[in-house]
């Protein structure tokens, strides 16, 4: 513990040796010296108040921490308890103090860390909303406007896979410099998540100048990065609100920004949008929309139709595409375009799939009689098939249902399969060793890349039903479903044409050479136990007639008067009794 004792004047008397070694002088030069030649100018004033407290106040003793300086200009922080010495009656002040430098320097760290993304150095998400609140404060004093900015990399994900998680880190550290480059006095940046960054404009004019901001901030983006040795073009979406136009508070500023870079990714790469209330209400509804869902999950109010796939030629029933429906007390039935996205965006689009999946093999094993299989087909999502263990995941629930791996087809959409090719194409062919079939879903809206279909393992093409729509009144949908199916032939897939709902549609689609078909017209999904009674309906008789060669009405006298329950006992799967 240092020790020092001042005259009435403040001037050190004596000093022992410890308050030597903290202030880095000797004990003989300390002596004689100021006590406020120890303070740097910030902390003079400060020192005066404090000793006047005890000199001239009448305050027996205090205690305050205090940044002094050393011999060398370093500076050292001390805790001091300062005490009038009443017995000598000469107005002498003892000071007691020691070294709390290590203890200081260690709560600014953790200060600054609480305040700083660790990774980029900007502003963490806490201190960015404390920023945008305190600027809220301000401003309904003194009157302009706040724009917030939410700025988000244009498939960043893609480049992580890809690259790796230090090479994805390297790049949002260039991002986080360019951006602090870029930024105006008044300006605040912070990163807020991920490959999300934020900055708040403190003086915006309107919608100009946020517009021109928005421009700078994707200037920031016309050079490429550069990331281990290598050139990385990336693109940016930025989504602005405005106070106190679209929010009175940072949180809901900070989600109507959020919401406006879903608007700008839908007008492609590297573009700015404004939020608007449509975009409000619709953050808001994917918000409600996702707590109800996870509540949902929970409650097992999620459940499975089929709708049934005919081979086109023969008119013959061959398989099923399981599609998973949301029933729920409060909403009602919810449509898969609304709730498929709000799961997928929360996660919970993986319990989701690994129930339908679940569900669809299980059903699929009632309905094989023994004597015509039928397949079962079950869509994956982006967020499914990117898992680490999505191969074993599948590969298990099929192991566990008892299903001919055969009889499974899992359908995955074009954008998931070119996000990372080389992952992409190992995991299918894990699943295609298994036995598993492969289709790509809505061929033809996405990338339809020769290049890369020739290179992937698959077994079927599903046509999009917007080109079925158009097949009655469009030349030029008749010539691209016509070019699909060729290219399928070449490549030596099947192709599935989905949403046909007239026989017109039918005939062209049997005279362009489809395989298969499923739409309105061949049946509306339906529920498992109407699956397997088409099952029995369709296919038990005719396999019956091929195979015994009598037909169903000479199957049903032999039984005589039996009913038909009975008879179903026999060769009907026990699902459908």
Not at 17 to 38: I, P
Not at 223 to 231: D, I, K, N, Y
Not at 328 to 355: C, D, N, Y
Request: charge should be negative; aromatic fraction near 6%; charged fraction near 25%.
């Amino acid at each position: 513990m240092g020790m020092v004792i001042l005259d009435p004047d403040w001037k050190i008397l004596s000093a022992n040796q410890r308050a030597a070694e903290m202030t880095g002088y000797a004990v003989d030069e300390l002596e004689g010296m100021s006590k406020l030649s120890l303070a740097g100018p910030e902390q003079r004033e400060a020192m005066i108040r404090d000793l006047r407290k005890v000199s001239e106040n009448g305050i027996p003793s205090y205690r305050a921490e205090r940044r002094l300086l050393r011999k060398d200009l370093s500076p050292v922080w001390v805790r001091s308890c300062v005490s009038r010495l009443e017995a000598d009656g000469e107005g002498h002040i003892l000071v007691l103090s020691e070294d709390i430098t290590a203890e200081v320097a260690a709560r600014e760290k953790l200060a600054w860390q609480a305040a700083h993304d660790s990774l980029t150095g900007l502003a963490s998400r806490g201190r960015v909303e404390e920023t945008l609140q305190n600027a809220i404060l301000r401003i309904d004093l003194e009157g302009p406007e706040v724009a917030v900015f939410c700025l988000d990399l244009d498939g960043f994900r893609l480049i992580n896979d890809t690259l790796g998680n230090s090479a994805a880190d390297e790049l949002l550290q260039q991002v986080a410099a360019r951006l602090r480059g870029g930024l105006d006095e008044t300006d605040f940046a912070g990163r807020i998540g991920g490959d999300k960054f934020a900055l708040i404009m403190l003086e915006a004019d309107g919608t100009e100048g946020p517009l021109r901001r928005a421009e700078r901030l994707l200037a920031l983006f016309a050079a490429p990065f550069r990331v281990r040795g290598s050139e990385i073009a990336v693109s940016a979406s930025v989504g602005i609100s405005r106070y106190p136009v679209d929010g009175l508070d940072a949180d809901t500023l900070l989600q109507g920004a959020g919401a406006a870079i879903r608007d700008a990714r839908h007008a492609g790469h590297n573009h700015w949008s404004f939020c608007t209330p449509r975009l409000k209400d619709d953050a808001c509804e994917r918000l409600l929309l996702a707590n109800r869902l996870r509540n949902a999950v929970e409650n097992n109010e999620m459940y499975v139709e089929y709708q049934p796939q005919y081979e086109l030629e023969g008119n013959r029933l061959v398989g099923f595409e399981a599609l998973c429906r949301w029933r729920g007390p409060m909403l009602g039935e919810v449509t898969p375009s609304r709730f498929i996205p709000a799961a997928e965006e929360s996660g919970l689009i993986v319990p989701i799939g690994q129930m339908v999946l679940r569900e669809a093999c299980r059903r699929a094993v009632t309905w094989q009689t023994g004597l015509v299989p039928v397949r079962v087909a079950v869509n994956v999502s982006a967020v499914q098939f990117e898992r680490a263990d999505f191969v074993e995941s599948v590969l298990a629930t099929v192991r566990d249902s008892g299903l001919n791996p055969r009889l499974l087809e899992l359908e995955l959409t074009e954008s998931t399969l070119v996000r990372d090719r080389d992952e992409g194409a190992k995991k299918m062919e894990e699943l295609r060793a298994f036995g598993i079939r492969i289709a790509i879903d809505d061929f033809g809206t996405g990338y339809s890349s020769l290049s890369y279909l020739q290179n992937m393992p698959v077994d079927t093409l599903k046509v999009d039903r917007a080109f079925t729509a158009r097949l009655s009144t469009s030349a030029t949908a008749v010539t691209m479903v016509r070019a699909i199916i060729a290219m399928a032939r070449a490549l030596g897939l099947r192709i599935v044409t989905e949403g046909v709902e007239t026989e017109e549609q039918a005939e062209i689609l049997r005279q362009l050479g489809s395989d298969e078909v499923q739409g309105y017209l061949y049946g509306y999904p339906e529920s498992a136990q109407s699956a397997a009674e088409r099952v029995w309906r369709e296919l038990v008789p005719a396999a019956i007639l091929t195979r015994q060669g009598r037909s169903l009405a000479l199957l049903v006298g032999a039984v005589g008067k039996q009913s038909r329950e009975s008879v179903t006992g026999v060769i009907m799967p026990h699902s459908v009794q």
